[in-house]
């Protein structure tokens, strides 16, 4: 079998929960359904987001941190 690849494994587009709610000058976290499973990411957004919204990852910061907005 191949490794996945980079692309397989993005977050990016996937839809998450906020676990811990989102300052406006530091991370949160969410947990979002990637790679069969759910994963805990460190989230930053624009604008404070709360706990248990639901979100949209837009970008990645790192191999654990991403950037969220709220789901529509």
Do not use: C, N, Y
């Not at 998450?16 to 359904?33: F, H």
């Not at 706990?51 to 949209?56: E, F, R």
């Amino acid at each position: 079998m191949e490794p996945l690849e980079e692309a397989d494994q993005s977050p990016i587009g996937a839809i998450g929960r906020v676990t811990v709610s989102i300052p406006a000058d530091g991370p949160g976290e969410v947990l979002v359904a990637v790679r069969g499973g759910s994963e805990a990411f460190a989230a930053w957004s624009e604008k404070p987001i709360g706990k248990h919204t639901l979100v949209i990852v837009v970008d990645r910061t790192s191999a654990r941190s991403v950037i969220v907005a709220p789901f529509p």
